[in-house]
C-alpha cells in the first residue's frame, strides 16, 4: 500500500473515532453495497477489504 492510500484510510478511520458515528461521507467511502435478509440478517460489502491488515 502506498503512502498517500495509507494516509487517506488512517485519516477516515480518526473521523469515525472522533465523531462516534458515521457520517454519510464515510459510508459512501467504506461500503459498497448492504443486503438485508429475512429474519434481520443484514450483509455488508465493504469497498476496502481487510482494512486492519493494510490489503485491499
Known amino acids: ?3 498517500k492510500t495509507k494516509s ?3 485519516k477516515l478511520a480518526r473521523e ?3 465523531t462516534g458515528k ?3 461521507g464515510l459510508v459512501d ?3 459498497g453495497k448492504v443486503y ?3 429474519g434481520n440478517q ?3 460489502l465493504w469497498k476496502m ?3 486492519c491488515l493494510g490489503e485491499l
Do not use: F, G, P
Open 1 to 3: 500500500m502506498d503512502a
Open 22 to 24: 458515521i457520517a454519510a
Open 42 to 44: 443484514v450483509k455488508i
Open 8 to 10: 487517506a484510510r488512517t
Open 16 to 18: 469515525v473515532v472522533e
Open 29 to 31: 467511502s467504506l461500503i
Open 36 to 38: 438485508v435478509y429475512q
Open 49 to 51: 477489504q481487510d482494512y
